[in-house]
């Protein structure tokens, strides 16, 4: 029996006037987006995110920081109190490590719930975050929930991982983390999957790699190096420096598989 179809886009990182050689996948196009911000820097994208795409703005503890310092950074042109208020987070969530004192007053005086879990030491900031979106999803509909996380990559290569775990502990929710350079998420074996491909914005280099577990059989197409019932696994194969050839790249696999794909500056 074939698996059902899981369809993946990243037209949420188009910009205004950016048309598009296909329409958004009738998933996207009811999606709801809730945005994440951790505590590394702001990618390029943050105000287009926050502003166009996002129905639900959560801070991760210093992710606050982040917000108040680099969004006047991001927009030079504009007043930065004008900023700061404008891009306020909806809820500050985490275990209160990291933000300062002075921007937690501030969000909290603007009306942005404070949320201090700093009782549970035994689940990440970033975890925190998505059980609490999925506790109170901006759509109607779980399926139609997308999770987009700032400031994922980068900086203490244990949080990286930490983040990346999280896709597998919530492997049921798409997820997408986010850095100025690439995004990832997490492709369940439980679906095969197509990606459609945003030349404007990603591509061409790209990678499949399976860190949950090994694979026995993955299969590809509109890859340069396309897999045919491959098998790959740490310290054999695996799919790295791919390139996207197609406007849709089709993946059924027997592991849960990462898949990440470079932006566009």
């Given at each position: 029996?074939p698996?059902?179809t899981?369809?993946?886009?990243?037209s949420f990182?188009?910009?205004?006037?950016?048309?598009?050689?296909?329409p958004p996948p009738?998933?996207?196009?009811s999606?709801?987006?809730?945005?994440?911000?951790l505590?590394q820097?702001?990618?390029?994208f943050?105000?287009?995110?926050?502003?166009?795409a996002?129905?639900?703005?959560?801070?991760a503890?210093?992710?606050?920081?982040?917000?108040f310092?680099?969004?006047?950074?991001?927009?030079?042109?504009?007043?930065?109190?004008q900023?700061?208020?404008?891009y306020?987070?909806?809820?500050?969530?985490?275990?209160m490590d990291?933000?300062?004192?002075?921007?937690?007053?501030?969000?909290?005086?603007?009306?942005?719930?404070i949320?201090?879990e700093?009782?549970?030491q035994?689940?990440?900031?970033?975890h925190?975050?998505?059980?609490?979106?999925?506790r109170?999803?901006?759509g109607?509909?779980e399926?139609?929930?997308?999770?987009?996380?700032?400031?994922?990559l980068?900086?203490r290569?244990?949080h990286e991982?930490?983040?990346?775990?999280?896709?597998?502990r919530?492997?049921n929710?798409r997820?997408?983390?986010?850095?100025?350079?690439c995004?990832i998420?997490?492709?369940?074996?439980?679906?095969?999957?197509?990606?459609?491909?945003?030349?404007?914005?990603?591509?061409?280099?790209?990678g499949?790699?399976?860190?949950?577990?090994p694979?026995?059989?993955?299969?590809?197409?509109?890859l340069?190096?396309?897999?045919?019932?491959?098998?790959?696994?740490?310290?054999?194969?695996?799919?790295?420096?791919?390139i996207?050839?197609e406007?849709?790249?089709?993946?059924?696999?027997?592991?849960?598989?990462?898949?990440?794909?470079?932006?566009?500056?």
């Amino acid at each position: 029996m074939p698996l059902p179809t899981m369809t993946h886009s990243s037209s949420f990182l188009r910009l205004p006037a950016t048309s598009s050689p296909h329409p958004p996948p009738a998933d996207d196009a009811s999606a709801a987006y809730a945005v994440v911000v951790l505590n590394q820097r702001l990618p390029r994208f943050a105000p287009l995110l926050w502003d166009r795409a996002a129905r639900l703005r959560v801070c991760a503890d210093g992710g606050a920081n982040r917000v108040f310092d680099g969004m006047p950074e991001l927009l030079p042109a504009e007043d930065p109190d004008q900023v700061r208020m404008r891009y306020k987070p909806d809820v500050i969530k985490g275990d209160m490590d990291s933000i300062r004192p002075e921007v937690k007053e501030y969000y909290s005086n603007l009306g942005a719930e404070i949320v201090d879990e700093s009782h549970d030491q035994d689940t990440t900031d970033l975890h925190k975050c998505v059980s609490f979106i999925t506790r109170n999803p901006p759509g109607s509909e779980e399926s139609n929930l997308y999770i987009l996380v700032l400031g994922a990559l980068g900086g203490r290569f244990d949080h990286e991982m930490g983040n990346i775990n999280v896709l597998y502990r919530f492997s049921n929710i798409r997820i997408v983390l986010l850095s100025d350079d690439c995004s990832i998420f997490l492709l369940p074996k439980t679906h095969s999957h197509e990606i459609h491909i945003e030349r404007s914005i990603e591509g061409p280099h790209c990678g499949l790699i399976p860190m949950g577990s090994p694979s026995a059989s993955t299969t590809t197409t509109g890859l340069r190096w396309n897999l045919d019932n491959t098998s790959m696994s740490y310290g054999g194969l695996i799919s790295t420096s791919n390139i996207v050839e197609e406007e849709t790249v089709s993946i059924t696999s027997d592991s849960d598989l990462i898949w990440t794909i470079s932006l566009r500056n």
